[in-house]
């Protein structure tokens, strides 16, 4: 068994491009990571995945538009 940890942080912005250059730039160790079946990129940062994607009318941009997703080993 394993700590529960953060797997993915999705950050909505208005535009995804130059916000993954942002994310690239404030995290210089992080590597881009292209999802090979839709052609996704995003961050990969010690393990956790930084996913910048374009905000919308149901999840607005800035910190109300960051969703964090667990890595748990059981949710019961």
Sequence with gaps: MHLPSVATVM?????????????EK???TARRQVIKE????CLALQGTRIE???A???????????VVYW??????
């Design 11 to 23: 950050v909505h912005v208005s535009d995804p491009v130059a916000g993954l250059a942002w994310y």
């Design 26 to 28: 404030a995290f210089p």
């Design 38 to 41: 839709s052609g996704f990129e």
């Design 52 to 54: 910048v994607v374009k």
């Design 56 to 66: 919308d009318d149901k999840v607005s941009s800035g910190a109300s538009g960051t």
């Design 71 to 76: 890595q748990v080993d059981d949710l019961f």
